[in-house]
């Protein structure tokens, strides 16, 4: 069957497709193999089929080859592993004393890499997976004999560069570093990834080394400059995607409406996922649905066996996600490879590199978040000369929505940068007393990154460095800084059962007060848990199974004082401005909530201390005046809040969860009405200084959504948010849109753009329930 025949049979009533768009097939020529890759390599790839290269792939082996920094930024499966390998095999035929480092995001992806490599008959090739999971002497045969050490990021950082001198032999043979999948290293995560980079490099130059840097990307924005802020050098891209590809038709969804008293509501979708799933797969249909969640990956699966009840398909569909053993997702890789699985809901441990390909037609559950998964999630359907087949159902929210009725932010618009900041002086401290310890830190480590310098001062009056004659910076501490690379706060909270001890889940310190306080309902999986107490000092919540008839939201205040204003657009009646702030809330106390309608049984107070946040934000204030007669005003500013927080993942790369809001009629500092969005990591992440650069695009996006709803008064495609501390309440749909119309048009006019060193700092409390 055709794509459209195929959009014919899925489409419903009510719902269905808002827009159908044609990508183009692509038809490719090989590239001769470069001079410089020996008969052994070209011989022992086209053992596996691999009788040519793509021009893509031989111009970034041949720029890593000649010593220049490489990204190679196209789309799935492109073959961009050949890029990194054509260099470091070359190296292993010739016998060199060249070794390389390679590192992929996850342990599983390091393995899967592994095993491709080792189908290659290369002679002089020895590789090694060394992750958290490799026995001691193990280790110590890859540091003295490997010359492909496959790693991840977190070992590097854990254990390799800690134990640098154990690992000298390696350090001072690299030759190649290969970062595969490196768009996932972007916000705080991306800073710390790209110091421990930093951090590898400089040891390596210590030993007598200077690695080339070769990284593999999904498509992205200007991935040359991304692979430079993590390296800290200069780099090159190949970005033009020479490999064939049969075309594909996509179809953004909207799921059916029903009413109800009324008011129009969504149907869900995950169950508009799961029947579609199920129409695909009785047809013979290879499909991979991708789901935001494992549990929701789950449900899909089960619900489209369910809908096709006795036919024999059903027993060809399955759900595939990350906490599976892993010889069980291998057999499943395999079966769907194979044509043995029709259907496949997954979450995005699918998207990353592991091989899956021969798909007809791909689902997602909702957009992704972000245009690059977007297209990597797309890209996984197409079988040879068939035409492949894409559908993205909107969920209920603004982004979603957004989107199906603007398919120019998708089709039209390039993918996004992956940006990280790694000057963020709160990753930054931790980084600096490691790369200290590991050797003492020269002037010229500090240069690449602006401000290092103060913060290293700083950690000398902290008594952690000690400046000596010579400019160097010497690590002085007792400890070893604890320093992870993954998650925002300083350790995390362990979600254990009371009458056993067994550890559920661990928790964010900084969600912890809002999803574990005591008499909280707290969902892991699917189950659900009443919390009997949390214990911050030891970091542990105490659960037991639970399934009342109620479940718990928690109500906190926050308080938003700013510290510096960096930057001002002021345009009459409208200023908008970016500046370091530092939020204050407190989780006071939550109300149960009967289900399935949501009726308040009662509200209990809590008495959990005040968390602090200082961070990076953007705010917008409106004169009341020129508001004459706007019905109320903290509605009107608190929805348009929450609608400009979901949309902001529309311009940075981020989620709604990175980023919190708090809106009020009249704010102690500015003296105005004032909304502010904020990055919720310590020292910012980049996405409110995004929002601030391109806040015409995100606002006018803001204003479109909310209008382009067909509720009433509100709903959570619009205005409403999952995450509101104040039980989304007042909220003014007609509110918002006057508000952002007004201070849309103050674009129009007049423009003063200032930038200031500093701003005083005001102390009085100002307590509005905040959003985060
Ligand atoms: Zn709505
Ligand atoms: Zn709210």
């Not at 052994?40 to 290269?53: F, H, M, N, Q, S």
């Not at 957004?402 to 790694?422: G, T, Y």
């Not at 542990?540 to 399934?547: I, N, R, T």
Request: one cysteine or more; charged letters at 25%.
């Amino acid at each position: 069957m055709s794509a459209d025949q195929l959009i014919a049979a899925l489409d419903s009533e009510d719902g269905g497709v808002r827009h159908l768009r044609r990508l183009p097939a692509r038809a490719s020529v090989r590239a001769a193999w470069p001079e410089w890759v020996p008969d052994e390599v070209r011989k022992a790839l086209g053992d596996t089929g691999i009788t040519l290269p793509w021009p893509h792939q031989a111009e970034a082996a041949t720029h890593a080859f000649e010593g220049r920094d490489t990204v190679i930024a196209t789309g799935t499966a492109s073959g961009k592993s050949l890029a990194y390998l054509l260099p470091l095999l070359t190296e292993a035929a010739a016998d060199g004393p060249g070794r390389t480092l390679y590192l992929a995001p996850t342990k599983a992806l390091a393995a899967d890499q592994a095993r491709a490599v080792a189908e290659f008959d290369v002679p002089g090739l020895i590789p090694a997976i060394v992750d958290g999971d490799t026995p001691f002497e193990h280790r110590q045969w890859a540091q003295r004999f490997a010359n492909l050490v496959l790693s991840n990021p977190d070992l590097l950082h854990h254990s390799l560069l800690p134990r640098h001198r154990m690992w000298r032999s390696l350090l001072k043979d690299l030759k190649y570093v290969v970062v595969d999948e490196c768009h996932v290293y972007r916000g705080v995560f991306g800073a710390h990834v790209a110091l421990t980079l930093r951090r590898l490099l400089r040891l390596a130059a210590h030993y007598g080394a200077s690695p080339v840097v070769i990284a593999a990307s999904a498509t992205a924005a200007d991935p040359a400059a991304s692979l430079s802020v993590l390296t800290g050098r200069p780099a090159t891209a190949v970005t033009v995607d020479s490999s064939p590809s049969p075309g594909a038709t996509v179809a953004l969804w909207e799921p059916v409406t029903y009413e109800v008293e009324g008011e129009p509501q969504q149907a869900s979708t995950l169950s508009e996922t799961a029947r579609m799933l199920a129409q695909l797969v009785r047809r013979g249909v290879r499909t991979l649905a991708f789901v935001p969640s494992r549990r929701g990956a789950e449900i899909v699966a089960a619900e489209a066996k369910s809908r096709l009840g006795a036919d024999p398909s059903a027993g060809r569909i399955a759900a595939y996600r990350a906490g599976y053993l892993r010889e069980h997702r291998r057999d499943l890789e395999a079966d769907l490879r194979e044509g043995r699985l029709l259907g496949v809901a997954t979450t995005n441990a699918l998207e990353l590199g592991i091989d899956v390909t021969g798909l007809d037609a791909v689902l997602l559950c909702g957009y992704p978040g972000r245009l690059a998964s977007f297209w990597q999630q797309i890209g996984r359907a197409g079988r040879g000369d068939t035409e492949a087949l894409a559908v993205m159902l909107a969920k209920d929210d603004p982004l979603d929505t957004f989107l199906v009725h603007h398919p120019e932010a998708i089709f039209d618009r390039p993918v996004e940068a992956s940006v990280c900041d790694p000057s963020n002086p709160y990753v930054l401290a931790g980084h600096l007393c490691l790369a200290a310890e590991e050797l003492p830190l020269k002037e010229s480590d500090l240069a690449s990154i602006p401000g290092s310098r103060a913060v290293a001062d700083e950690l000398c009056e902290q008594k952690l460095l000690r400046k000596r004659a010579g400019g160097r910076y010497y690590w002085i501490g007792s400890e070893r800084p604890e320093v992870t690379l993954r998650g925002s706060g300083p350790m995390g909270v362990d979600i254990a059962e009371t009458s056993t001890g067994r550890l559920i889940g661990t928790i964010d310190a900084a969600a912890s007060h809002r999803l574990v306080h005591r008499g909280a309902i707290y969902l892991h999986q699917g189950e659900s848990y009443l919390v009997d107490d949390l214990d911050l000092e030891e970091g542990l919540a105490l659960v037991h199974a639970a399934k009342p008839p109620w479940t718990t939201s928690s109500q906190e205040i926050t308080h938003l004082e700013i510290l510096a204003e960096r930057e001002r657009l002021e345009m009459g009646d409208v200023t908008l401005s970016l500046g370091e702030v530092e939020v204050t809330s407190c989780v006071i106390s939550y109300q149960r909530r009967r289900l399935p309608s949501g009726e308040v049984i009662d509200t209990q107070q809590l008495d959990l201390p005040p968390q602090t946040l200082r961070t990076v934000a953007v705010w917008w204030t409106v004169d009341p005046e020129s508001l004459d007669g706007l019905k109320d005003l903290a509605g009107s500013l608190h929805a348009a809040e929450h609608a400009s927080i979901g949309l902001l993942p529309l311009i940075a790369t981020c989620d709604r969860w990175d980023i919190g809001g708090l809106s009020t009629a009249a704010h102690m500092d500015t003296e105005l009405p004032t909304v502010f969005v904020y990055d919720g990591h310590p020292g910012g992440a980049g996405f409110a200084e995004q929002a601030f650069r391109k806040w015409t695009d995100w606002l006018g996006a803001t204003r479109e959504a909310i209008a382009g709803c067909d509720c009433t008064s509100g709903c959570p495609s619009c205005i409403q948010s999952p995450k509101c501390g104040n039980g989304n309440e007042p909220l003014s749909k007609p509110g918002a849109l006057t508000l952002l119309k007004k201070v849309l048009a103050a674009a129009e006019g007049p423009v003063t753009a200032k930038s200031f060193a500093d701003k005083p700092v005001k102390e009085e409390d100002d307590l509005w329930p905040g959003d985060f």
